[in-house]
């Protein structure tokens, strides 16, 4: 018989930039299946200025890439104790924002999400609980939970976030036919937000990643 029981936890998060009252907006990046905050975050050097901090998450599994030994990899969840790793997923992220708080992150910055591939689902249970508000919310390599978007309230949450779904041309685990499938049904069940896309496949793309946040950083400018 399997017993379950709470203990507690550490968990890392990465940061690219610096805390300082400056801050004008701060960037909640979600990495993807088998990756770790520390490299993932170096993606967004795109971004890195004075005005702009970068936080990574990292999944709570940790395992090695190669057999028993190799490169240290990590993923948000599996389907093992799947409800229990999203509940203790928000919890970590929870206590992550808050310890910015505790740090001297400004209330008035502006906050922006991005979760790639596996790491979108996971970023946007989060943001479908959070109080804050959040300026640009995007799911890249990935769809949004259906335990998101099918829940009124959550919904809701999340529509009031500037949704961006992002797939790369050639993203070879995303069909073009299911990425129009999806966006129909998007459609049809209430969810607000815009496509984009770029000449690339399962990856970030940089000149993307700098336009989001220079509309996260003017809100005056158009997507």
């Not at 409800?83 to 400004?106: A, H, P, R, T």
Request: charged residues 25%.
């Amino acid at each position: 018989m399997d017993n379950l029981i709470e203990v507690p936890t550490t968990r890392r998060y990465s940061t690219l930039g610096c805390r300082s009252k400056n801050i004008k907006a701060v960037w909640f990046v979600f990495h993807g299946y088998g990756m770790r905050s520390d490299t993932f975050i170096q993606e967004f050097d795109c971004i890195n200025d004075e005005q702009t901090l970068v936080v990574a998450p990292e999944g709570m599994h940790r395992y090695y890439g190669k057999g028993t030994n190799g490169a240290v990899r990590a993923n948000w969840m599996t389907s093992d104790l799947r409800e229990y790793d999203i509940v203790n997923n928000i919890e970590f992220l929870n206590c992550v924002i808050q310890d910015l708080y505790d740090k001297g992150i400004s209330n008035d910055v502006q906050f922006g999400v991005l979760g790639f591939s596996q790491g979108a689902p996971t970023a946007f249970r989060w943001v479908s609980q959070l109080k804050v508000e959040i300026g640009c919310l995007v799911a890249w390599g990935s769809d949004i939970p259906k335990d998101v978007y099918l829940d009124n309230i959550k919904r809701l949450k999340i529509n009031q976030s500037k949704i961006k779904l992002v797939i790369g041309s050639s993203d070879e685990y995303i069909s073009s036919e299911k990425v129009d499938d999806y966006i129909m049904e998007m459609h049809e069940q209430g969810v607000e937000f815009d496509f984009h896309t770029f000449e690339g496949g399962h990856n970030l793309h940089a000149e993307t990643i700098r336009y989001f946040h220079a509309r996260l950083m003017d809100d005056g400018l158009e997507y």
